[in-house]
């Protein structure tokens, strides 16, 4: 069983930052792959970045490349998602999620371990 609990979301301006961070408890966290889905206002939940269980391996959504940056400390069983540049359209609740898997999967079946979520909203 692994619990994850998100934080650092908040408010922010168009063009400014802001760095989420997922603890995870259990002692097999290092082997879980770790992924940042969102739900914008109205539609559905999508993928936005995941790392892989060493963090040598990650994936994007298209529009964010460039600008967030996923990384883990496995010593911390933390994951963080490092979100620049950020644009009203970013404006939603980021989910945590895990699974025992390899690479960094992109798709929300492959993942059955969720944390509560953390507002994230982008005024222009």
């Known amino acids: 069983q692994v619990q994850l609990v998100e934080s650092g979301g908040g408010v922010v301006q168009a063009g400014g930052s802001l760095r989420l961070s997922c603890a995870g408890s259990?002692?097999?966290?290092?082997?879980?792959?770790m992924a940042w889905f969102r739900r914008p206002p109205g539609k559905e939940r999508e993928f936005v970045a995941a790392?892989?269980?060493?963090?040598?391996?990650?994936s994007y959504l298209d529009s964010v490349k460039g600008r967030f940056a996923i990384s883990r400390d496995n010593a911390k069983n933390t994951v963080y998602l490092q979100m620049n540049n950020l644009k009203p359209e970013d404006t939603a609740v980021y989910y945590c999620?895990?699974?025992?898997?390899?690479?960094?999967?992109?798709?929300?079946?492959?993942?059955?371990?969720w944390g509560q979520g953390t507002q994230v909203t982008v005024s222009s």
């Open positions: 999620a895990s699974h025992f898997v390899k690479g960094a999967p992109m798709t929300e079946s492959t993942y059955d371990y």
């Open positions: 790392i892989s269980w060493s963090g040598d391996s990650t």
């Open positions: 259990g002692r097999t966290f290092s082997a879980y792959a």
